[in-house]
T-cell receptor, first 112, second 115 residues
Framework: DQQVKQNSPSLSVQEGRISILNCDYT??????FLWYKKYPAEGPTFLISISSIKDKNEDGRFTVFLNKSAKHLSLHIVPSQPGDSAVYFCAASAGTGNQFYFGTGTSLTVIP | KAGVTQTPRYLIKTRGQQVTLSCSPISGHRSVSWYQQTPGQGLQFLFEYFSETQRNKGNFPGRFSGRQFSNSRSEMNVSTLELGDSALYLCASRTGTSALVDEQFFGPGTRLTVL
């Protein structure tokens, strides 16, 4: 049972434009969400997180939006750069000390 | 600060064999989690160890087991290997003691191929 879903396996965006990666979840107990970026032959790298008490969190070019009523979060990258080309995973957790549930990933390609 | 290290990086085994993978967490981190990554399945959670005790467990058969040592290093063992066990096995560490949810830091993974 996939509690965190990323329905777009891949996304292509022109350099300089906005990249929007989406993630849906089913468990209403999730209260902490994270995005990871993964390059080939490397482990995932933490990118940005958001707590359920917020609906937006920004860090430089990266912004995560959380819509709790829709059980949906998105990652916006503006402007997109070729170095952003990677697989992006969203993850969710219900409370401290509990496991993280990961989505299946979205492969982002930023075209120069 | 050194990152999470995993050994070996690559491994080839045959069906029926067993394998042991090792993970050394970031210094000071007491929690170690293991994940299996296969194409189209994302990261599937195997288990988490905290202070030598299994704290969380995913939905994997008993052939998958783990342990954690007093220095927080962890090992994962897979017995009676099957072709479907071919995957990238990732280890992640976190402090595990924060009152807030703390993010995990991943190692580079061990690529296991079962022939």
């Amino acid at each position: 049972d996939q509690q965190v879903k990323q329905n777009s396996p891949s996304l292509s965006v022109q350099e300089g434009r906005i990249s929007i990666l989406n993630c849906d979840y089913t468990n209403s107990m999730f209260d902490y969400f994270l995005w990871y970026k993964k390059y080939p032959a490397e482990g995932p790298t933490f990118l940005i997180s958001i707590s359920s008490i917020k609906d937006k969190n920004e860090d430089g070019r990266f912004t995560v939006f959380l819509n709790k009523s829709a059980k949906h979060l998105s990652l916006h990258i503006v402007p997109s750069q070729p170095g952003d080309s990677a697989v992006y995973f969203c993850a969710a957790s219900a409370g401290t000390g509990n496991q993280f549930y990961f989505g299946t990933g979205t492969s982002l390609t930023v075209i120069p | 600060k050194a990152g999470v290290t995993q050994t070996p990086r690559y491994l080839i085994k045959t069906r029926g064999q067993q394998v042991t993978l090792s993970c050394s967490p970031i210094s000071g981190h007491r929690s170690v989690s293991w994940y299996q990554q296969t194409p189209g399945q994302g990261l599937q959670f195997l288990f988490e160890y905290f202070s030598e005790t299994q704290r969380n467990k995913g939905n994997f058969p008993g052939r998958f087991s783990g342990r954690q040592f007093s220095n927080s290093r962890s090992e994962m063992n897979v017995s009676t290997l099957e072709l479907g066990d071919s995957a990238l096995y990732l280890c992640a560490s976190r402090t595990g003691t924060s009152a807030l949810v703390d993010e995990q830091f991943f190692g580079p993974g061990t690529r296991l191929t079962v022939l």
